[in-house]
């Protein structure tokens, strides 16, 4: 008899978080458009200054902030989180710190840049790397000379807050305004779509689920969301077998597989299948047998043949434990022989966990189609890896794969975030146009400024360009033209003065209903200035013409010259006056 009036009361309480959480999102974004207002027209040097004291306070509590990160979600490992915010807080920092952000940013002479800011960064915060996206983020909006405003996964709602408010003490002690930093408190999907919506909303930072991204992407604001992984590595048969499989086991089992960039297929070189596998076990791993891993497979999915959240984040232990099966102790990760892709295939999907899919491919051309076929499944355009030692054979697979990111011969989970290789260390991996996102780049801090362009003309335009010698005819009727300006101008003016002193008379050349006079430019030899007359007008090819015949203009106070006559008479010291 209870369960209605329950049922209603579990709807309102639903309803008012709702409406609470959009309330929160569209506050939080007009204080953070009015501290926008003040950032930027921070300098260089204050933006830097805030910039270090967040990455040292961020820095400085990796560890709890972790240790948070983990008790809350209950994925991953603590120490790995620890060093994912190290990352976030230091290496992101350094890699940007000289970056210049403020004013002209680039000068090649003929395009000058100039930096500006956009406004309000919506950052969606995901539950798989919480307290270091947050960071991260945080970083490169403030550095961009931005105002942020996160919006945590519910599942990770205490540690994402906790990260920004160690951020933003140490910022607002540094001069940043204390709305600049904002963290939404009532977790709920309306909220974060009123943010992403918001008028006053500039670009959106969205890391999380495909539905997520396809919401960032439909606001109808400029987004920069990511993919899921699903990253395949191929092992070539030149490849340094112990290398490469302890690079596939650090990336895969790195605070459980929760970064998107960790590997999630082995497809093997036929000729070094057998020794792979036997390293593989050497180093810690467990090769299901068929019955085991049919087992796994059903743990790894939901019965929408979607992916099993109950995994993510786990133990190689965890997960054989709930699929029922032994495996020996110590176990780093979980790999099964997988005969297809596809969602027929459990093993085939993105599992964020340490546990690997194994096909075998004999040669390059059939490793990259299998490599190809797993990224097209649920990974297209984020990551692939490989293992070679044929640096030929490594750009000949990375042409073929449709991923923004081929990390070779080191742990795709560290070389995709630029933590192991020369990529721009990041958080926020763009996954291009095969994964629907507006850029393949690991995003930075460039993304969130606008660049204008200050461009000076090299190449003149055909028939633009005035020539230095007109031909005499020309010459005439460019300054019969002139003339019938000037004459006009004058005599509005003369009809409104007293009749002046008539001007020096001078033999008029007949040009149909309006007469102009043209004397001799002369040469300039040395006779005393007195003997010589005046002309009445100059335009600025009587100048340029003088100065290709080395000769002087002279000029009374009486003389119309042109604007731009006088200004490049003077610049050619071409003028003799006559008083």
């Known amino acids: 008899m209870q369960s209605a009036p329950a049922g209603r009361f579990l709807v309102q309480m639903s309803e008012h978080k709702d409406l609470v959480s959009q309330q929160e999102a569209r506050d939080a974004v007009e204080a953070a458009h009015l501290a926008f207002g003040q950032v930027a027209r921070f300098d260089q040097d204050k933006v830097d200054r805030i910039c270090d004291a967040m990455s040292r306070a961020a820095l400085a509590e990796s560890a709890r902030l972790g240790q948070m990160a983990h008790d809350e979600t209950g994925f991953g490992k603590a120490e790995d989180k620890r060093e994912k915010n190290r990352f976030a807080a230091e290496d992101v920092w350094n890699a940007f710190r000289d970056l210049k952000t403020v004013g002209v940013v680039a000068d090649r002479g003929s395009v000058v840049e100039i930096a500006s800011p956009r406004g309000v960064v919506a950052a969606i915060i995901p539950s798989t790397n919480p307290t270091s996206t947050a960071i991260f983020k945080v970083l490169i909006a403030i550095k961009s000379r931005n105002t942020i405003v996160l919006s945590p996964h519910p599942s990770a709602a205490r540690c994402i807050a906790e990260t920004a408010r160690v951020m933003r003490e140490a910022a607002v002690h540094e001069g940043l305004p204390p709305d600049a930093i904002q963290c939404l408190t009532t977790s709920a999907l309306e909220g974060t779509e009123s943010l992403m919506k918001h008028k006053r909303t500039a670009v959106i930072l969205a890391t999380g689920g495909i539905g997520l991204v396809r919401a960032a992407y439909s606001s109808g604001k400029p987004a920069f969301g990511v993919g899921p992984g699903n990253v395949p590595v191929f092992v070539d048969r030149s490849a340094n077998v112990a290398k490469a499989v302890s690079d596939i086991l650090t990336g895969t089992c790195f605070d459980n597989g929760t970064i998107c960039a960790s590997e999630q297929s082995v497809v093997c070189d036929a000729p ?39 995994i993510v984040g786990k133990s190689a232990e965890f997960i054989a434990n709930l699929a029922g099966v032994a495996i020996p102790g110590g176990t780093r990760c979980l790999i099964a022989d997988c005969g297809g892709v596809g969602r027929d295939f459990p093993w085939s999907i993105e599992k964020l966990s340490p546990s690997l899919a194994f096909f075998v491919a004999d040669g390059i051309e059939a490793g990259a189609s299998r490599c190809k076929e797993i990224l097209k499944f649920g990974g297209m355009g984020h990551t692939a890896g490989m293992h070679t030692e044929s640096r030929e054979a490594a750009i000949r697979f990375g042409a073929q794969m449709p991923a923004s990111r081929i990390v070779i011969n080191s742990p795709t989970t560290h070389g995709a975030i630029g933590f192991s290789t020369d990529l721009a260390p990041s958080m926020t991996l763009g996954c291009g146009s095969w994964g629907g996102n507006v850029t393949s780049d690991n995003v930075s801090p460039i993304h969130l400024m606008d660049i204008k362009r200050v461009a000076f003309e090299t190449k003149p335009i055909s028939g633009a360009k005035t020539s230095t010698v007109r031909p005499a005819a020309k010459t005439l009727d460019r300054r019969i033209e002139i003339a019938k300006l000037v004459d006009s101008f004058l005599g509005r003016k003369l009809s409104e003065v007293a009749p002046a002193e008539p001007l020096a008379a001078a033999e008029p050349v007949e040009t149909g209903p309006v007469k102009t006079v043209i004397h001799e430019l002369r040469p300039h030899s040395g006779e005393p200035e007195s003997t010589t007359v005046p002309v009445d007008f100059v335009s600025e090819s009587d100048v340029r013409s003088a100065v290709e015949t080395g000769r002087r203009i002279y000029i009374s106070p009486k003389t119309i010259v042109t604007p731009a006559a006088r200004d490049l008479g003077d610049e050619k010291d071409i003028f003799s006056v006559i008083k």
């Open 272 to 310: 070094v299948a057998e020794a792979v596998r036997r390293e593989f076990e050497r180093q810690g791993a467990h090769i299901l047998g068929p019955a085991e891993a049919e087992k796994v497979g059903e743990v790894l999915l939901t019965p929408q043949r979607t992916l099993n959240s109950k």
